[in-house]
């Protein structure tokens, strides 16, 4: 098929609620992944929602992992990355600021917990790379404009601390270990810490 053919199958509407082929696709897989789980989501329940061949989906997305990312992606762009901005700390502490973006992030996971352990196995699978980069495109600016100023040896300790204790925070969590509102307070407390810790020194 040509380019021009594979891109009018993608936006392909469907007359009973004029959403493109690809919206429905990807709102079925997130559905699905909610309701059922990562391990258990099936590429031909996902073309039986969407009202889509399966293959329509394999033009689209090569492999079952590519479909699931490509959903995750499309979702953490309208729901975790929505609302975050380049804004500077103003009459915040550095404190205060870096928790306005990490709770930004994480506030759309604790009200979808399944979504946030399906993250977790994807972005390990292939075109999860494609998760990761997209999450640092995101995420970047935004803390980047609230450190502006900042020591940048702290910002690369913070940077390495903050980011392992995240992944070892998402490891546990997708293990059952501990519940999806336990990430933020713990992010809290190492934050609030580690600036402090920062601030006193520069007091010095």
Request: hydrophobic share 45%; aromatic share 8%.
């Amino acid at each position: 098929m040509s380019a021009k053919g594979a891109e009018a199958e993608c936006v392909a509407v469907d007359e009973r609620t004029a959403e493109p082929a690809h919206d429905r696709i990807h709102r079925a897989v997130v559905d699905l992944l909610e309701a059922e789980g990562y391990d258990a989501l099936q590429v031909r329940e996902v073309a039986r929602r969407a009202r889509v061949s399966l293959t329509k989906i394999y033009k689209l997305h090569g492999t079952r992992d590519e479909l699931i990312c490509a959903a995750l992606e499309v979702w953490m762009r309208e729901n975790r990355y929505a609302g975050l901005e380049a804004r500077g700390r103003g009459e915040e502490s550095l404190y205060e600021g870096l928790m306005r973006v990490l709770r930004r992030i994480f506030e759309p996971w604790e009200r979808h917990p399944a979504l946030l352990a399906a993250y977790f196995r994807a972005r390990s699978a292939p075109g999860g790379d494609a998760l990761i980069r997209r999450g640092f495109e995101a995420v970047v600016p935004a803390a980047m404009a609230v450190l502006d100023g900042v020591d940048s040896d702290f910002v690369d300790d913070l940077d390495t601390v903050v980011s392992s204790l995240v992944y070892g925070l998402l490891g546990r969590f997708a293990r059952g270990e501990i519940e999806v509102r336990q990430i933020v307070p713990a992010l809290d407390r190492t934050v609030y810490w580690l600036t402090t810790g920062y601030l006193a020194e520069r007091g010095r």
